[in-house]
């Protein structure tokens, strides 16, 4: 197995459009997995962890664009106030050995629909660069995941960053797993609000063959959340959220949990984080007036 070492984005993307067989490594917390139980015997890998720039984060305009191998214990100590979801569903990957290797561009490209980052890309409306030879090209989130464990990257291209939009709103991200750490989600959550839009982000995960946006659940908070007015929701609003957030799912069974499990266990999330997240508001509004 030849292993390949770029010193840089220039030289990784010249040697990915060379040899569109290498296999990029990036924290490895999924790649060397598949090699040692031998699942996988790339011809090449691509060792992305000497090419500085995918290491590096940086904020324009209200955009973070995070490099895709920012490891996940770096994304917790430095982006936890812009981005608090992204920094929660970071705190639940593994352990903190694989927190200190494992990063977003590596979830992405492993694009598992138990990921757990997937959610919250897709509730904050992310946004992933890759890059070839070829020139540059940013697609939404949603477009990125194409099937189970497949994405949209060609051959030659590498994921090179992540767009999100920094202090979005109140938002949420939690995890149903059999126990607290190093479990791999049965279901999955997020949602953000944003009042100065009236719009509403809300996403599933391994709920079904990709991670996924509950389109109907958004529409619905976005028109019947009561926006101006510092009042508990309704019980019957939170039950039809989290009923809406179910619908979106297609979930199997598997070892982890019943299809009508994970169906439950989403609208019960929903629920539950969109009470932490209004709380935030109205804790937010109270600060502003
Ligand atoms: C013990 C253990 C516990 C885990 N727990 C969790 C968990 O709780 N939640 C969770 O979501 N995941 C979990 N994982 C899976 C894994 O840690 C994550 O998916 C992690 O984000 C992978 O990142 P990485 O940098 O290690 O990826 P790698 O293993 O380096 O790569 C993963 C895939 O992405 C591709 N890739 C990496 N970087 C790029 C790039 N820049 N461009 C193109 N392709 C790229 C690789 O070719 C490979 O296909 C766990 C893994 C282990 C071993």
Same mark, same amino acid.
């Given at each position: 197995m030849d292993f390949l070492r770029p010193a840089d984005l220039a030289e990784a993307l010249a040697v990915k459009a060379e040899r569109p067989d290498a296999v990029p490594i990036a924290g490895g917390t999924d790649v060397m997995v598949e090699l040692n139980f031998d699942h996988r015997r790339p011809a090449a890998l691509l060792d992305?962890?000497?090419?500085?720039?995918?290491a590096q984060w940086s904020t324009s305009d209200g955009t973070i664009r995070l490099g895709?191998?920012?490891?996940y214990s770096r994304v917790i100590t430095e982006l936890g106030e812009p981005l608090p979801a992204l920094a929660m569903a970071s705190r639940t990957v593994g352990s903190p050995q694989i927190r200190n290797r494992g990063t977003v561009g590596g979830n992405l490209g492993a694009?598992?629909?138990?990921? !757990?980052t997937h959610p919250v890309l897709l509730a904050l409306g992310a946004r992933v660069e890759v890059a070839s030879v070829r020139g540059t090209r940013v697609l939404p989130a949603e477009e990125f995941y194409l099937g189970v464990k497949r994405n949209a990257l060609e051959p030659d291209e590498l994921i090179t960053a992540v767009h999100l939009p920094a202090h979005a709103g109140p938002q949420q991200f939690a995890k149903v797993g059999t126990?607290?750490?190093?479990v791999i989600a049965v279901c999955s959550f997020a949602v953000n609000l944003r009042p100065s839009r009236r719009e509403v982000g809300a996403a599933v995960g391994s709920a079904a063959p990709t991670p996924r946006r509950a389109r109907a659940a958004e529409e619905f908070l976005a028109v019947e959340l009561?926006? !101006?007015?510092?009042t508990a929701l309704a019980d019957s609003l939170k039950r039809r959220f989290g009923d809406l957030v179910a619908e979106a799912a297609a979930p199997i069974d598997d070892v982890r949990g019943s299809a009508d499990y994970r169906r439950h266990a989403l609208a019960v999330l929903a629920r539950r984080t969109l009470t932490w997240a209004w709380d935030e508001h109205l804790g937010s509004e109270r600060t502003c007036a």
């Open positions: 992305l962890t000497g090419v500085a720039e995918l895709a191998a920012v490891p694009a598992s629909p138990a990921g !757990d126990r607290n750490a190093m009561p926006w !101006d007015a510092p």
